[in-house]
């Protein structure tokens, strides 16, 4: 009898020198060393898959869509219909007419400002954001409330970089119209309580959008187990191309939503007494969309897919944990962001080293990180810092590059103390 255990392909750990070879750009060479990228969170690379998929669009199927009677019009909107069915099954919405494409989060977040925040706005009202917020996740709320005299009501955090829930829930109040939080912090990495905070939320009756960019390429989203309203990420952290992300809105909302752009493709007739405008979702999409950026969407969800978020989120954990234990142990450096549940990202800070001087010396070794204030300005603040470093992992990295950085951020130390 054969007594082997099999292992259920899902489970097992990822190969990770195999699926580097995915990605042709990480066998490039930095100032003659071998490219760490460590920048994920910023912008993550492409594989071979979506590259190609990019590609055969472009040489076998590019037409405009929803236009034409000529066959490469139809395969065209069957390549780009096709993306936003992925998309769909890839955050478990019920309809693809909840799935918006946009240009990426950013795009998502100003749609919602302007279509469904402005309307239902009046002066006194009031947003929920949290402390630890990008910028997109606030300034778009911020015109919005110039335009209508609501104001933003801001959740605090912890010093590890928590949302304080307790703090958070006490802040609802009759005049609470909108909640918006990012899943993860792309400054911090803290992955916040989203389902505990979009079910508080709706006890008050209050609509949650939820700012994804940082953890669809990290954690499985299911956007009606959630049970939030809006849910908005970007391609290009998901391992797809730039200029594409996806604004998922409840169809009920999305239905009683004006249009925020006008032009083809969101119109179904157009006269000089009035015009009418087309169904979900392409009431949302003015113009000639980004039809190769949403098929290679489409292609870099079918890897992440293949590879197994499961797995990809227990090999970042690891590594998480791998440079959480080699750069705390360097001395004057401190990690800025200690939540519990954290994304794979570190950020921090080292004694009498700026950031950027240390980010210039990592380069020059090949090893590719962010430093700033990441776009997240209130959160720097509350540390009282004006900018970390921060290195961001991704399945594709390994154990030998995070050693590499802490040797280098030790050697830099070295030359810049
Ligand atoms: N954060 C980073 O290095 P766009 O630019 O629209 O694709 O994504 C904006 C955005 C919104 N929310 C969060 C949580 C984000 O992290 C980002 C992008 C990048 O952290 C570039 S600033």
Redo the contacts with the bound molecule.
């Keep these: 009898m054969n007594t082997a255990v099999s292992v259920p392909t899902d489970r097992l750990p990822l190969d990770v020198e195999r699926i580097r070879a995915d990605f042709p750009i990480l066998s490039t060479k930095v100032h003659g060393k071998p490219l760490a990228y460590l920048?994920n969170?910023?912008?993550s690379q492409r594989p071979r898959a979506v590259l190609d998929a990019e590609r055969y669009y472009a040489e076998h199927l590019h037409a405009n869509v929803h236009r034409g009677v000529h066959h490469l019009s139809q395969v065209a909107t069957d390549a780009y219909e096709g993306a936003r069915e992925k998309v769909r099954h890839f955050l478990n919405a019920r309809s693809t007419k909840e799935i918006v494409f946009v240009?990426?989060?950013?795009?998502a977040?100003n749609l919602v400002a302007q279509s469904f925040a402005v309307p239902n706005l009046k002066a006194g009202d009031e947003i929920i954001v949290s402390r630890l917020?990008?910028?997109?996740?606030i300034v778009p709320w911020q015109l919005a409330c110039e335009r209508t005299g609501a104001k933003l009501v801001v959740a605090p955090i912890s010093q590890a970089g928590e949302l304080e829930i307790e703090a958070y829930a006490a802040l609802f109040s009759a005049r609470t119209r909108l909640v918006a939080l990012?899943h993860?912090?792309?400054?911090l990495g803290s992955v916040l309580p989203v389902r505990e905070c979009i079910d508080i939320a709706h006890r008050h009756g209050v609509p949650v959008l939820i700012?994804g960019?940082?953890a669809v390429p990290h954690i499985p989203v299911d956007v009606q187990a959630l049970g939030c309203d809006f849910y908005?990420f970007?391609g290009?952290?998901l391992y797809g191309p730039?200029g594409i992300?996806i604004l998922y809105a409840r169809e009920a909302l999305l239905a009683a939503m004006p249009p925020w752009q006008g032009g083809g493709d969101m119109i179904l007739s157009v006269s000089f007494e009035g015009t009418t405008y087309n169904e979900l979702p392409f009431r949302f999409e003015a113009g000639t969309p980004n039809i190769a950026g949403a098929v290679g969407l489409g292609a870099a969800i079918d890897y992440v897919t293949s590879l197994g978020l499961p797995r990809i989120a227990a090999w970042e954990h690891e590594l998480l944990l791998h440079a959480t234990e080699e750069l705390s142990a360097i001395d004057g450096l401190r990690i800025v962001g200690t939540a519990a549940d954290k994304a794979s990202l570190v950020s921090f800070v080292v004694d009498g080293v700026h950031p950027h001087d240390l980010g210039t010396i990592l380069d020059q070794e090949g090893i590719a990180i962010?430093t700033g204030h990441?776009?997240?300005m209130p959160v720097m603040d509350f540390f009282g810092l004006p900018a970390t470093a921060?290195a961001?992992f991704s399945f594709y990295n390994t154990r030998d590059e995070i050693s590499r950085l802490a040797a280098a951020v030790v050697d830099a130390c070295r030359l810049l103390r």
Excluded at 103 to 107: A, C, I, L, S
Excluded at 184 to 187: C, H, L, Q, T
């Design positions: 920048d969170g910023a912008s240009r990426g989060t950013t795009e977040i917020e990008h910028h997109a996740n990012s993860v912090s792309n400054a700012d960019a940082q908005a970007s290009h952290k730039t992300g962010r990441h776009c997240a921060r961001s």
